[in-house]
């Protein structure tokens, strides 16, 4: 398992630099997290996809969980299945979650699908997209209007600004227990900067021996 997947926040919590993003999920989870759908955007690597299972693990166990990594695997076939299996309630928390990634892939005719399933989402089900496209720039390049989609979901954005600092300290705290770490903190936050604040690059850089003492 690489050091992105391994050091993975697993709670609210541990997740760092988004504050003001899971104090919007938290608000919205108040009554519960199912019925609901979420739409989870920002820039690579700043956390979308650990927010989404974070999200679907609130209310469905591990095999409970149905991740898409792009939306192209979203298919109509895909969609009818998902439409008659959400009724069914899952083992140990109960809940059924579904995480669609790289929702931005989306196109008109599942669109037109998926408005009628986000409208009757089981109290026990929790559907998440995520993207890094923002808003309702998502379908330009096929001209289908977002807007009755992203109606239907609460709309969360992830932010890149003021994560150099944090994402430096606590890759260079992953470095030093892993035993990688030769560089001082100026040079963690250069890596925070070329790396454009993306965690997964700055770990995958880790991994491959670029901070280890020369």
């Known amino acids: 398992m690489n050091l ?14 988004q504050d003001k993003a899971i104090r919007q999920i938290q608000l919205a989870g108040r009554t519960g997290f ?3 759908a979420f739409w989870v955007s920002g820039p690579s690597g700043t956390g979308k996809t650990t927010l989404a299972r974070i999200i679907a693990g609130r209310i469905a166990d591990e095999f409970c969980i149905e991740e898409y990594d792009s939306a192209d695997k ?3 076939e895909e969609l009818r ?14 809940g059924r979650a579904i995480v669609v990634n ?3 892939g989306l196109r008109a005719p599942i669109v037109r699908q998926l408005l009628g399933l986000l409208e009757r ?16 720039a998502l379908f330009e390049d096929c001209q289908t209007d977002a807007s009755p989609l992203l109606s239907r979901c609460v709309e969360i954005r992830l932010t890149s600004q003021g994560l150099c600092k944090p994402f430096a300290e606590r890759v260079r705290a992953i470095a030093q ?3 990688l770490d030769g560089q001082p903190m100026t040079r963690y936050e250069q ?7 993306n965690m997964r690059r700055m770990l995958m850089a880790v991994e491959s021996g670029t901070m280890i003492a020369e």
């Open 4 to 17: 992105y997947e391994r050091y993975r926040p697993q709670t609210f919590e541990q997740v760092i630099g």
């Open 34 to 36: 199912g019925g609901k």
């Open 74 to 76: 979203l298919t109509a």
């Open 81 to 94: 299945k998902i439409d008659n299996e959400i009724t069914m309630y899952g083992w140990g928390k109960g």
């Open 102 to 104: 790289e929702a931005h």
């Open 121 to 136: 989402i089981p109290s026990h089900v929790v559907i998440i997209f995520t993207t890094t496209t923002d808003g309702l």
């Open 177 to 179: 227990a892993e035993g």
């Open 191 to 197: 890596l925070a900067r070329d790396c454009r604040n």
